[in-house]
């Protein structure tokens, strides 16, 4: 009855749907006229998400979802020889590899909206703290993502969607365009903090608006209850199911 918006990414997209989360902002924005579906896995690099698609997005699926949100870089941008060295994955497999999963979500429906969003900046400095709360003195002392690397990554991911006809949230940049962007928007110099929720939130809702899924234009899937006809409901029912 529904229309579905999938929210597909790693742990950035998994922890949306928490308080204040971007997922659960927009389910409440979409509420009665989409369902917001949450297939976010934490850890997870573009890589990884290519074995996940036949599984979430089946070809042949008579309801494939209307929109689809791609929000992997995160974990791929983490620097070789470092301590988060098995999620990286080449930029230029990056890169391939969500023009893999765009071909794949193109291929279950040709009409689906499809939404890459970049990688966030990297706070260099959270990123080491949060790293000596967990292991102290051992910590190593080089961190094990940069800003400047999320930045390349971020980059390649906004020129895929130019090359490809599709719309990109270059977070990246965007985050950065406010002062005092690493503890505002970032909880661990990489994760996101309420007030980074919001910006990611208000970047989807503006595509997914400015492109043809506005909440406000879409019916809701039953009537108001002001609508209703109190005292012969069921003709209101009938009526919708007509």
Known sequence: MRPQIVLFGDSITEQSFRSGG???ALADTYSRKADI????YGGYTSRLALFLLQYLFPLGSTKPPVATTVFFGANDAALAGRT???QHVPVEEYKENLRRIVHHLKECSSTMLVVLVTPP??????????AKSLYGEKAMELPERT??????????????A?????PSINLWSKMQETEGWQKKFLSDGLHLTAEGNAVVYQEVERVLREAWLPASE????????????????????QQQCI
Request: hydrophobic share 35%.
């Open 22 to 24: 971007w997922g659960a």
């Open 37 to 40: 579906v949450l297939r976010g």
């Open 84 to 86: 988060s060295e098995r």
């Open 121 to 130: 900046p990297v706070d260099e400095e959270g990123r080491m703290q949060y």
């Open 147 to 160: 800003n400047e690397m999320a930045g390349v990554y971020a980059r390649q991911c906004v020129e895929l």
């Open 162 to 166: 130019r090359e490809l006809g599709l």
């Open 218 to 237: 879409m019916p809701n899937d039953f009537p108001h209850h002001s609508l209703i006809d109190w005292k012969h409901p069921e003709k209101t029912f």
